[in-house]
């Protein structure tokens, strides 16, 4: 099995041995997917945010809603 560590070492040790070019196109393809996997959350927090915002009103003000504090399976009493 390969440890975390390991899968760098083998990264950069198959990259070394790349030609220059290919090495250049591995590493703007890497800070492609960087900016993709950044952009992605960003708009997933702001979209989070807005549905946040939308259901505050909600939460504060509908006496219907409940307030959970236990989820199904959980027990609020440690019994043997």
Request: charged share 20%.
């Amino acid at each position: 099995m390969i440890a975390a560590g390991q899968i760098e070492e083998i990264i950069v040790e198959k990259l070394h041995n790349l030609p220059q070019i290919q090495q250049e196109e591995v590493l703007h393809f890497i800070e492609y997917l960087v900016c993709t996997v950044v952009r992605s959350q960003s708009l997933q927090q702001r979209r989070m945010g807005q549905a946040a915002r939308m259901l505050l009103s909600d939460y504060e003000h509908d006496n219907e809603l409940t307030l959970f504090t236990v989820l199904d399976g959980e027990c609020l009493l440690d019994v043997p």
